[in-house]
């Protein structure tokens, strides 16, 4: 290795929501340190909701995050109905999904576009950008307009969706609505296509690391909403048995929890989902694959953005698959299904945009929660990230600071970090 | 004869909910036929699609205008000096200026805007305005209702 010094210190990363800062010290040629610090403030979800009652709950986790707003929602949703026993109706299952896939679309767009493509056009962020791809920057607003349309439509507005609610949702879209959204999804194919072509163009980082890939998987879909915990080591888990998979801890130097399962940590997010249930891509996903040079086992972090990409495709053409099958069945208002309030415990779980969210809330006879306990993917992938930093770091140690600086950079944000959301605990105690 | 009053700002940051709360009031007091009061929040790049398809807007929100709290500077937005963030860190930090410069960049046709700039007191957490800035509400919204009657 060569004689090198190197010291960098990134505080407050751009491009990914929350504040976390990379740390770098190498001296001649050993690294000292290497790692991402997570500074963000601690959020104390889990111990305000306490005293809450259970109609409560979705509404105050939504706020963990605002791009991730429905997968919190719905994770926070499924592990209330479980505990008390609620039954959707099937037109509350496929509204669910619908909107589920507008925050995949919405939150991706967002990622790829504006947080990742920038490095690769020498942007620092998207106004420049502007002047030199005026094309793409249209093409990636108009994605988002049309993603948030399609939660606005099905969720009461763009961001917390206050028409979920326990037992279904509160408002029903309307036929003209949905006929009107599957149009504009439909239009949005050649934005799709000329996504896939751009992202296959890109000059991604050759980095490969081996790692454990976690998320939930189904027998008759790909999985974003409930199933069971699956991963790429060959371990298969009920949802309830999360914490065999999760085993949080704390490290000194961040404000959030790290975890680990069959090796020193594991990845959660698009490319583990990919990874684990990419047979269960719509037809047209697997051809975007196959146009990215993706097919599973795929070990290099970077492309978790390009699975992103993957992903967009897949969520374009299920809702159009959604809306038919509502239009089908005939779309009415209904009430959220009726339930009873009881002691009770329930593990909601679903495979958001950055990875697998659990939520698992425990109920006294009132209805008012008792306990909470939300793991949120970031937290799960920090172990992986600094693994990833750790082994990439001696392979790019020969090129200018600068580089190396700007690489390190790009890595933590293949990630998709949601730091804000990550750091959300109860309590620290620095041994 | 479309004209939209957009009030912007956290009404949870204290004097930082002045575009909310005048539209609260303005939507109390009636509007005038043909004219919108639109509570914009803290909408980001949202704020762009906010913007399109007027005949004229008025945009109120909080700024640093050099005046006493409550007092309102009214300009236009070639009028201005910009403070934009320099490293745009993520969407949900779009302000005003970043707003109007993705605009320009990208070559968007916009209303004629009139901007009201309310000098605020206080800008920590907590629901409210500052007595200073409440008690200007009114007067406030009677400039903004004459700056839409104004012929461009």
């Known amino acids: ?431 | 004869m479309q004209y939209a009053i957009i009030g912007l700002g956290n009404p949870l940051r204290g004097d930082d909910g002045v575009g909310p709360h005048l539209v609260e009031l303005l939507q109390r007091r009636g509007l005038p036929e043909g004219v919108t009061a639109i509570d914009g929040g803290t909408g980001g790049i949202g704020l762009l699609e906010l913007l399109a398809g007027w005949e004229r807007v008025v945009l109120v929100d909080a700024a640093e205008v050099g005046c006493a709290p409550g007092q309102f500077v009214r300009f236009t937005p070639d009028q201005a000096r910009w403070d934009e963030t320099q490293d745009m860190a993520s969407l949900h930090q779009a302000g005003l200026a970043e707003v109007l410069a993705l605009a320009r960049a990208l070559q968007r046709p916009l209303p004629p805007m009139v901007i009201f700039g309310v000098q605020p007191e206080r800008l920590d957490w907590g629901e409210g305005l500052s007595p200073a800035v409440e008690a200007a509400l009114p007067a406030l919204a009677d400039a903004v209702l004459a700056a839409i009657d104004e012929q461009p």
């Open chain 1, 1 to 431: 290795m060569s004689q090198v010094d190197v010291n960098i210190h990134v505080h407050h990363l751009t491009r990914v929501e929350g504040h976390g800062d990379i740390v770098v010290d190498v001296k001649n040629g050993e690294i000292k340190t290497c790692r991402f610090e997570v500074v963000e403030a601690p959020r104390f979800f889990e111990a305000f909701v306490r005293g809450r009652p259970y109609s409560e709950l979705s509404h105050i986790t939504s706020r963990i995050c605002g791009i991730c707003s429905v997968g919190h929602s719905t994770a926070s949703l499924e592990a209330t109905e479980k505990a008390l026993g609620v039954q959707l109706t099937e037109q509350a299952r496929l509204l669910r999904k619908l909107i589920f896939h507008g925050e995949i679309i919405d939150s991706h767009v967002l990622h790829t576009y504006y947080l990742v493509a920038p490095d690769f056009f020498g942007a620092h962020s998207v106004i420049p950008l502007v002047e030199t791809h005026r094309d793409v920057v249209l093409r990636a607003l108009r994605i988002k307009k049309l993603s948030g349309d399609l939660c606005a439509m099905v969720g009461g507005r763009h961001t917390h969706p206050c028409a979920m609610t326990v037992g279904g949702f509160t408002h029903t879209p309307g036929e003209k609505e949905l006929r009107a959204m599957q149009a504009r999804l439909i239009e949005a194919r050649a934005d799709m296509d000329e996504t896939v072509a751009l992202f296959a163009t890109l000059p991604w980082p050759a980095f490969e690391r081996e790692t454990e890939y976690v998320s939930l998987s189904k027998p008759d879909e790909y999985a974003f909403i409930g199933g069971q915990i699956k991963t790429t080591d060959g371990f298969i888990y009920p949802i309830e048995e999360y914490q065999k998979v999760t085993n949080e801890w704390c490290v000194p130097f961040s404000t959030a929890k790290w975890a680990r399962h069959n090796r020193e940590s594991y990845m959660v997010g698009a490319l583990a989902r990919f990874n684990n249930n990419y047979e269960q891509l719509h037809p047209r996903a697997k051809e975007a694959a196959a146009k990215l040079g993706m097919k599973p086992l795929v070990t290099n972090p970077f492309l978790n953005s390009a699975a992103q990409v993957i992903e967009m495709v897949h969520s374009v053409e299920d809702s159009i698959r959604i809306i038919d099958e509502l239009l089908t069945r005939g779309v009415k208002p209904e009430a959220p299904a009726p339930h009873q309030v009881k002691a009770c415990e329930g593990v909601g779980s679903c495979d958001v945009p950055r990875g697998i969210l659990f939520h698992h809330y425990v109920y006294d006879d009132n209805g008012i929660c008792v306990r909470a306990n939300c793991i949120i993917p970031t937290n799960q992938n920090w172990a992986n990230v600094n693994a990833d930093m750790q082994a990439f770091l001696p392979q790019i140690l020969d090129r200018p600071q600068d580089e190396i600086r700007h690489l390190l950079e790009m890595l933590v944000r293949a990630y998709d970090p949601c730091i804000s959301c990550s750091t959300h605990f109860l309590n620290v105690t620095f041994v």
